[in-house]
């Protein structure tokens, strides 16, 4: 006789992530009738067809008939056989997509919300919004830095951090558009404005929010995502800002020594409470330094631990349900603060909401307060927050 949270079917087929490529989405059935789905967006692989055959059928079969409410074995059981059949790093998406649903099938068997089956029937601590408003990176237009956020302080709860960060983002854009800069959104939501450098992008931050009402430095801090490896030349050593150079008319390639100056100069000037992967991962002597010039007064955001005194967390790069957990318990233990985030393409999933709450998650990074595949993961968090002030019998905190 089955258990009732046995796992009955898997099913894999293709969906569309927020760019319109190809992202697999994973089925998983109980014997008590229950079921979860999880989606998880591919990128521009070309390898859609493949991944939605390895979820529904040799990866799947591997779990048939396993309590799903054991999730640290299926996650096991799940990355062996995928290491086993030397499936391809692109490929361990189908892996993630499976193990996230049957967390959420194994939360519905048990007639939980999938935040209080992962992380138990208390409160949670809701996290605070960081959210992306102008875009850089990798594209034509923008910033060299990858994108700089807002972070709200002087809100109440989540909802109001959130609905600050609405109101600043709606500001901002007509700013930009008066200005005669382009609105159109990159990833993650924030406006591609090709302005000259970043520090003209800080002070239109810094206007939006006082023509909001809302002063810098007490009631909205700025993150800054700067994606440095991608920066980052190797053959001589050096940080190349080329849309920077371009708009300047000069060649602006910043040393080791000269990003340091710059990012200080950049915390001197304006409330900025983060820096994420500031320098390249591999220059462990320079982000040391960084760390004693800044950590007084700023995040230092990475994903390996290292010198920094903040964790960001990917479901993509955790991989399952449990190696998420294991990052989160491993960055509590190193006494780092905890950011939740997802990738600039990405799907209306919102499964990384409800791991924000469980885990009582420092930050949440989700892109722009705008497009369905950043609001799908804010909205989420107002209904956890929504559910506790109705029903819950604790008293809920708010992680400023």
């Known amino acids: 006789m089955f258990n009732s949270l046995d796992i009955i079917e898997i099913t894999g087929r ?3 992530d927020s760019w319109g490529y190809p992202g697999v989405e994973a089925e998983v059935i109980l014997e008590n009738g229950a079921h979860g789905r999880a989606t998880v967006s591919l990128g521009d692989t070309g390898r859609a067809e493949k991944q939605a055959e390895l979820v529904g059928g040799w990866l799947s079969e591997t779990i048939l008939f396993e309590d799903a409410s054991d999730q640290g074995r299926i996650d096991w059981m799940l990355s062996q056989a995928a ?3 030397r499936v391809e790093e692109d490929g361990k998406q189908g892996v993630l997509a499976i193990s996230m649903a049957a967390a959420r099938a194994a939360g519905a068997g048990l007639h939980l919300p999938l935040y209080r089956y992962l992380g138990g029937t208390s409160a949670p601590v809701m996290p605070v919004p960081m959210m992306s408003m102008i875009s850089g990176g990798g594209g034509e237009k923008g910033l060299d830095f990858q994108e700089i956020m807002i972070v709200p302080q002087g809100a109440n709860s989540y909802s109001e951090g959130l609905r600050m960060g609405v109101e600043i983002y709606q500001t901002l854009k007509r700013l930009l558009s008066i200005s005669g800069f382009s609105t159109s959104t990159g990833d993650g939501g924030g406006f591609e404005a090709d302005m000259k450098n970043s520090e003209e992008a800080l002070h239109y931050l810094m206007d939006s929010f006082k023509l909001t009402g809302y002063k810098p430095g007490t009631d909205v801090l700025v993150a ?5 490896d991608r920066l980052y030349v190797k053959e001589d050593g050096t940080y190349c800002f080329s849309k920077e150079s371009r708009k300047g008319g000069i060649s602006i390639n910043r040393a080791q020594k000269d990003m ?3 990012y200080l100069r950049l915390a001197d000037g304006f409330p900025i409470c983060a820096v994420l992967n500031g320098l390249w991962k591999e220059d462990l002597e320079g982000r040391e330094q960084m760390m004693k010039l800044l950590e007084h007064r700023t995040l230092l955001v990475s994903d390996d631990f290292a010198a920094a005194n903040a964790t960001i967390i990917r479901m993509e790069q955790a991989g399952t349900v449990t190696g998420a957990l294991d990052m989160v318990e491993k960055a509590r233990k190193a006494g780092h603060k905890v950011i939740i985030a997802s990738d ?3 799907t209306e999933e919102s499964f990384l909401a409800d791991m924000a709450a469980a885990v009582g998650a420092d930050y949440v990074k989700s892109g722009a307060p705008c497009r369905g595949e950043c609001t799908a ?5 107002l209904r956890i927050e929504d559910f506790y002030r109705k029903f819950g019998r604790a008293v809920m905190e708010y992680s400023f």
């Open 344 to 346: 600039g393409k990405d």
């Open 260 to 262: 340091l100056a710059y």
């Open 14 to 16: 293709i969906v569309r």
């Open 377 to 381: 993961k804010y909205n989420e968090l």
């Open 83 to 85: 290491e086993e059949n």
């Open 224 to 228: 800054i995502n700067a994606d440095a």
